[in-house]
Each structure stands twice: as C-alpha cells, then as structure tokens.
C-alpha cells in the first residue's frame, strides 16, 4: 500500500507487488479498494493486483482543483497506471468504477489489455440541473452531512446493493456504511453532481475493440441488469454472465464465483481455485 502524487490529489493504492499479469481494479460510488478485499489474497496468487482509491474516496485526497467528471476520472486512472511504469494491464471495475474504466480505455486504449466489469454504470445521466443547482449552495455539504448522511438514511440505501434473504448486512456491509459518513465523501458526492457528465455514449462504447467481460447480479436494484444488456449489445467484443440471486456487491456475497468468471476470462486455463464460500 502506498500513495502516488498526480496532479496534486495524494492517490492511496494497494499493490500485492508480484505478479507478470497486472489487475488495476476500480472501486464503485461512495466505496473503495475494501471492496477488493475479499478477492486479492486469491488473485494475487496468479495476478498482481493493484487496487486504487478515487480521487475524494476511500483515503485519497483530491487536490483543491480537482475535476469530478467521468473523463477527469479515467485521465487519472491512466496517469497512475503510466506513473507506476505499467505499459500494459487489465482494468477491473465496479459500478461506477466500470464506467470510470471504461473511460480510461477509450482515452488510452493502448494500456489495456482486458475488460472485467461487473455491474457497471451504462446508461446514466447527469444530474437534472436544479439538483446540480442545490449542489451549489453555501454550506450544502454541511446540511447534505447533518441530514441525509446519517444512520437511517444511509442504512436503508446501502441495503439495497444486497439481494435479499442474505442475512449479512451488518457484518458485510459496515465498512461500506461507514465510508459514506465520512465529509470528505459527502463533498466529493456533491461535486460529482456538480460537475458529472453523461455515461459513455453508444459510439463510444462501439469504439472499444478490447475484450470485455461483464458481470451482474440478478436481482441488482442499484445498477439493474437492463444496463448490462445495453453494454453487451454496444461492446462489440463482450460477454454477459449472470449470477443467480445477487445483488450490487457479487464480491462480498459471492466471491467464489466471481474469481471462477475472472479466471476464465483472463486465464481460461486456470481453473484451481479452491472451494471456499
């Protein structure tokens, strides 16, 4: 673990340090490289795996002036991917962090080698523009802080990214509910919905030649299977895989399984993993 100055934002990152096959993997909104956690001690047998904390998330502190866009997002994931001395790797995301990736691919394309992507955004718009006007009030992030990032708010979002009858909440999802009480978080969520923009567009997803691999859960209700339906038809070179009775977070309810479909898809010869969910 270590940080990498780009442009004035301190980025935290996670390095497993071996490995001839790189994994740069992208966490999704309001998380961060904890979500990777149940899959690297696996993957960092085969892979070296290098997960990244965004700009305004997890411990990474965005600079002053930093541009909370989509494409802002992935010129950095390429320029800590060129600053680590990377010359060519696969890029894991979730959620958000598909999108992100899929940013970073379309910029440099001449990085990447893979795609894996589960549940990644795909067909989101900005914010409507008086939701980005109340992004700019005085104070907003204090009151967005006091009154809509407590307890009961944020308990009943975050249990949504699980598929029901789990059972687990508490135990998985605490990490994630405590990252979103954070004011550097609530801040960063604020100018994201200032500053964001569309989804990657039809034509630019039809640009993407990389192979890419894309993995939902089922029962998602954050970003629903219909959004990975419409990346598979306009990814000319991807798969669609399901997981039956999964919701948001397919590495903490079913890591076994998602390390089955990332072996298969980057090292179809490989097929030792153990049995451990």
Not at 39 to 56: C, I, M, N, T
């Amino acid at each position: 673990m270590g940080y990498i100055n780009i442009e004035g934002s301190d980025i935290y990152y996670e390095d497993s340090l071996y490995g001839e096959e790189i994994l740069v993997c992208i966490h999704g909104f309001i998380s961060s490289s904890i979500c990777w956690h149940p899959l690297v001690e696996h993957l960092s047998k085969q892979f070296r795996v290098v997960a990244v904390d965004l700009p305004g998330f997890g411990q990474t502190v965005a600079s002053r002036d930093y541009e909370f866009t989509l494409s802002n997002y992935g010129k950095t994931i390429n320029r800590f991917v060129q600053e680590l001395g990377f010359r060519k790797v696969h890029i894991v995301g979730h959620s958000l962090g598909g999108q992100i990736a899929l940013q970073a691919v379309k910029q440099k394309p001449e990085l990447y080698q893979k795609l894996f992507l589960i549940a990644a955004s795909a067909v989101r718009k900005r914010p409507p523009w008086l939701a980005r006007l109340f992004c700019y009030f005085p104070y907003v992030d204090e009151v967005a802080y006091r009154f809509f990032f407590q307890d009961e708010f944020v308990n009943i979002g975050i249990s949504k990214v699980l598929a029901g009858g789990v059972g687990l909440e508490q135990e998985i999802l605490r990490p994630y509910i405590d990252i979103c009480k954070r004011k550097e978080v609530v801040q960063a969520v604020l100018k994201l919905g200032k500053m964001r923009e569309d989804d990657m567009s039809k034509q630019d997803l039809n640009d993407i030649f990389q192979p890419a691999y894309l993995l939902w859960g089922r029962e998602d209700q954050v970003v629903i299977l219909e959004e990975g339906e419409f990346l598979h038809k306009h990814l000319k070179n991807s798969t669609l895989a399901i997981i039956e009775h999964c919701g948001h977070l397919p590495m903490e309810e079913y890591p076994t399984t998602v390390l089955h479909h990332l072996y298969s898809f980057l090292c179809p010869n490989f097929n030792n993993i153990q049995e451990n969910n």
